[in-house]
């Protein structure tokens, strides 16, 4: 049996949010450290999300209600997968424990004139959480809709191209946060450039 240890060995310290004591968020520690003077823990964390290959899909941009006025816009829809700070899949039943929720900030350029606040997020109201939604034990989660609808998109009647709006996305999963950058255009959406 392995005993949990309940600080980390001499120069390592644990990223914000963790702890030793039952190592939080995940500990892998080797089987046997009899016969040795330390032990090796690693602390796996949320550090960043990826599109999982086949999930994404956008619309064809459309006539949409601003107010009461007519825009137009996309939603882009996929699934994200959470990875570790190596890049690798967290998969299992204490990343299947974490709720997640996400904040949106519009920043600069702002082609699209939208306003902040007003962005469909996982919670409601938009930018509030957590709201008792899980990712699941794949260590994934679906981006219910990234896009926008908006009065610069439409004139003359029809769907037209303009600028795009730049929104900062913060990702909440647990206590982890990961910051993506977004922009909106009338007819498609970049998630950190892709």
Known sequence: MVEQPTS???GLTAPPGTTTRGITPLCQCPADTSGTTSSTVTVLYPKSLSIVAGTNNTTKEATCSVESSTGCGVT????YQVLDQNGHAMTG????SQQFWDAVQVTSPDGLGLKN???KTTCSPPNTGPCGIYVNSLGQFEEAGLGACSTACYANKTCVTA???AVSQTWHIGSYSIVNQVQVYCDHVLWNGQ
Do not use: N, Q
């Open 93 to 96: 039943s204490w990343i299947a």
């Open 76 to 79: 882009r829809t996929f699934t």
């Open 8 to 10: 980390l060995p001499r």
């Open 163 to 165: 600028g795009y709006t």
């Open 117 to 119: 606040g007003t962005s």
